[in-house]
């Protein structure tokens, strides 16, 4: 055992660990969940660290030997990945100081011993005056979570592009398959499901366009302004260096803020992509939502889409299989959406000059990145890419569906038109025969107003046909 002091106190401190006494109070004083701060947090912070100590040798505020020391501690904690004394709870208050001095006590314990390497005299390197130089918690913390946002936001990305790209080759595939539309789930006009899955990837389009948006807002970060923002205990080298070695370390083309007191308080950054995140699962939930009720049945529902079997769907009835995909996927939404009232409670709670709640927004956004990644893949691989429409069921349903008598309006009126729906759905006759029974139409208009191509406003119909020029 070792003893540990800080401005409270002395504690100690097992031998074989290389945290200190901040990590050990943070540990005893948060026990509100097993969660470990986020290793992109971490991972990021490492980094962080060793662009500070490259960027103070420079500026002449850190010795040549301390600051070789930090930046090889650093290295051997990312290339290895033993991030076993990273220990210190996700939820935690101090505004992530304890998250902060946790990487300061690691960095710290490890230079100094790989200084005594060889049986050398170790070099003191001490957590605050070395490896947290010309830094607070308050500008470190915010730029390594926005670094670890940035960091998993890129596979979301990529799953996000996945999707729709599998929705325009599904909407390539069903270009021409006729379905009934529908509105207020009651029949209305008929279209294709190539419309309809071109319309779901335009969508998602969408909600990528919003994320590379907001990677835009958090990748300018308020490193170089220490507490509040006015840079005190930096030199101006040190400011202007911090980025430039950061952006070389981490390769993620940060921008320091033009405002650093502003970037410091304020936490709207986390809301954007927390917002772009609750979008998009929304969207996802929408969709997952259409999947199962157009998959719903078979015999009973509307079996217009059939999914891919991928589990047995009942301990008691025989052959029933559900759509397990898209409802994992409405799970994963509604616990994003959930993470945005969080953020957005937690943002709007700092207070001056700082916010203190970056914790837990740090933790809702990074769980909503990595559970939408995954969502979004299964989604992918396990429901979307294998989707089949059933063709013929669809062009049955349409045939006989009296709102595709909408087509005869602009001819016959809209008084006639719906005379002969009442009676087509009385007598369970198509509107089609029926027009043709009573010899309103010509046969070959009335089967070119019925075919898919005008149903669907793909071919318009011959402006010359009126009802006068079509009554003979």
Known sequence: MRIDRDCIGELFVPDDVLYGVHTLRAMHNFPITDEKVDPAIISSYLQIKKAAAIANQKAGSLAGNKAALIISACNQLLFSGDFKDFCVPAIQGGAGTSTNMNVNEVVSQLAMKISAQGGKAAISIHPNDDVNCAQSTNDTYPTAGKMAMLKKLTPLLNSVDRLCQTLADKAEEYADAIKVGRTQLQDAVPTTFGRSFSAYASLFHR??????????????????????????????EYQEQIIPTLNKVAHLSLIQADDLVDATQNSDAFTTISSAMK????????????????SSGPQAGLNELVLPKKAAGSSIMPGKVNPIIPEVVNQVAFEVIGNDVTVTMAA?????ELNAFEPIMFRAILMSEQHLVKAVTTLVDNCVAGIKVNVDHCRHEVEHSSIAATILSPLLGYEETTRLIKTAVAHKQSVKELVKEQRLLPNQLIDELFSPEVLTNAKKLNSKHSVASSSN
């Not at 939930?285 to 259409?290: E, P």
């Not at 709007?348 to 001056?352: D, F, H, N, P, T």
């Open 207 to 236: 909600d990528y366009d919003r994320l590379k948006k907001a990677a835009e807002v958090l990748r300018v970060v308020n490193l170089g302004g220490t507490a509040i923002g006015t840079g005190i205990n930096t030199t101006s």
């Open 279 to 294: 979008m998009l699962a929304a969207d996802l939930s929408k969709f997952s939502n259409d999947l199962r009720l157009l």
């Open 348 to 352: 709007e709670s700092g207070q001056l």
